[in-house]
């Protein structure tokens, strides 16, 4: 038997090198009818550049047959035993198979396009520079954060302009209106519609899904949309784009006359209703199709009244079914088992639905076939699935990357310029790049992005007008000091946070696992994005003060902890010192301890009892007392009533004043002068600033910042910096007038 074997494999040995020799005799000659070579297709063959592509195309010819040859002689080799057995893969039902083999160019082509196959290139299916529209439900603080993953993901393979259609809430429309404004992505335009406008139109239907109201507005998109749109991709927010999406946006021209949906089918046994005892889905098409991905043709949709079907089909249905489970997905279903020829079937990779009891599995071979990812389940990232860590790592890679990297140009797809782009590029234009300062003015225009109230925020504005919010900024390395702010604190916090996007996913685990920050609604946290070499905070301060909802801010740093009961005591002082009619900025007056554990005073004698032990000190009072000397901390001691002090020279207290106070002056990035300016400014718009006797906030000690070690280090910094104070004088003096010389003068006499 065995030397039988043997002779078998000699002789298809024999035979593959027979194979071999006259395909060399095959390609060599390789001339038929006309002339014409058949190493190249018609389209190439008559080309002046045919015999160097002819040999190309030979020698690729060559090196394949060898290859295949060296494949068979390696199965040849292996035991004969496994001849019989089928090679791992897919070979589960028909329809599921070929959809995860067939590509939008060719899985469901025409009898007429397969008929009229040639060798010769394909004319795109999306012309180079064709726009195309996505449009997405979003609402509330975590479906804006989700949005952002898709987004980019979608940003990240695109080659062609885009237009976003997002159907929002108040929330999401301000947090992705704000995002987009300040992302500045080239060939993007994004519109919102008020989802409120349309609960009209769906709040008569009982839905059970965690989605509520807004997973059922994917039905009154003909109505929401403009009239002159003609079609667009319908995405869920908890989507992942692993391919162009002009791919998805050429399978419209594969519909037929009478198709007006594409879709997927439903993965899940859901509308078999046989996944427990008594199960009864809404009616659908076997499987069922998943709503996560759609195509709508909407021209077609209104033509054949789409409003007033889907409305009859849900009435009809509620009688018996009482309620939705799948939101919209419901209603597509029952339409589309009343009408499947208007439905166009996707290939399933369009829609890899990650959902426990799942067939998705088989929509895919190899990582090439991923088209877009669903993530379908309530577990989201914690779904069963065997191959779920690549999917999360996937995911993971979108929700980390730097957005910043996205702000490319669509090469020969110019796009209309929006007027912040002109304004910016206008004002690049005039900086002088031999400046020695250009790097601190270049920063000054630089556009950050941000996502304003990053996680969720539901506060209101006590009624009379006393309320304040704390506000302060931080980066990375201060985020251990949060939790105790908020011991201290119990009222409203705005805080600004410089981060990059993987910083803001780390900062986001922390929140969520934290007990004492994840019961707090009233803390609205705002990211601005990390770009260039400097540490902007003034822009940082800025943001968190233009976000908050209450009549006064207390503006403060986040190294500091307030005194127990500061809200309550600030709110009272507010009354006491008529600032609703008054230009009044109350000092808080500031300590510091170079202790990282500290019994924090709870009484102002408590304080001066450790101030008098030195436990604690006024604050920088040892490298610069000028910042805080006007504050006047004998006469504290004693005080009981506010008293009022005078602007000097670098005073930079911590102040109490109304929310429409001057923003911080933006050109001063990094360390130094950033809050002296503020304050300087303060006192030009004639605010008194009013100590207050019987408030107190104390420094917690921390490592130097990358910033401050800068100034130390650096002549060119320091030089910049005293240039830019310069300019911040001239600019006060032409703002207030003569009225602003003695702010110079100070300056001169230091």
Known sequence: MHLLCRGRLKLLVASLTAVVLLTWFYLLAGNLENGRSLLLAPCLADTPAAQVLERAV????????????????LQLSQSHGTAGQPADGNYGNQQWGASADTGPEDGDNTAEEKNNHTECPRSPTVQKCELIHVACVCAGHSASRDVVTLVKSVLFHRRNPLHFHFITDTVASRILGSLFRSWMVPSVQVSFYDADELK??????PNKHYSGIYGLMKLTLTK???SDLSKVIVLDTDITFATDIAELWGIFRKFTDKQVIGLVENQSDWYLGNLWKNHKPWPALGRGFNTGVILLYLERLR???????????AERELMSMLSTSLADQDI???FIKQNPVLVHQLPCFWNVQLSDHTRSEQCYTEV???KVIHWNSPKKLRVKNKHVEFFRNLYLTFLEYDGNLLRRELFGCPSPASPESVKLQEALEELDEDDQCYDFRRERITVHRVHLYFLQYEYTASEDDTDITLVAQLSMDRLQMLEAICKHWEGPISLALYMSDAEAQQFLRYAQASEVLKNRKNIGYHIVYREGQFYPVNLVRNVALKNTNTPYVFLTDVDFLPMYGLYDYLRKAVVQLDMANTKKALVVPAFETLRYRLSFPKSKAELLSMLDMGTLYTFRYHVWPKGHAPT???KWRTATTPYKVEWEADFEPYVVVRRDCPEYDQRFVGFGWNKVSHIMELDAQEYDLMVLPNAFMIHMPHAPSFDISKFRSSSSYRNCLNTLKDEFHQDL??????????YLTAQRNI
């Not at 690729?60 to 060898?66: G, K, N, Q």
């Not at 009209?200 to 239907?205: D, K």
């Not at 003096?733 to 003695?742: D, N, P, T, V």
């Open 58 to 73: 030979l020698e690729s010819r060559v090196r394949e047959v060898e290859e295949e040859n060296r494949q068979i002689r």
């Open 200 to 205: 009209s139109e769906v709040s008569w239907i």
């Open 224 to 226: 929401a949309l403009p």
């Open 303 to 313: 033509r054949i009244g789409w409003e007033q079907m889907w409305r009859l089909t």
């Open 332 to 334: 597509f279903n029952a």
């Open 368 to 370: 090439s076939d991923l």
């Open 632 to 634: 006047d901390y004998a």
């Open 733 to 742: 003096s032409r703002k207030y007038g003569s009225a602003a010389l003695k």
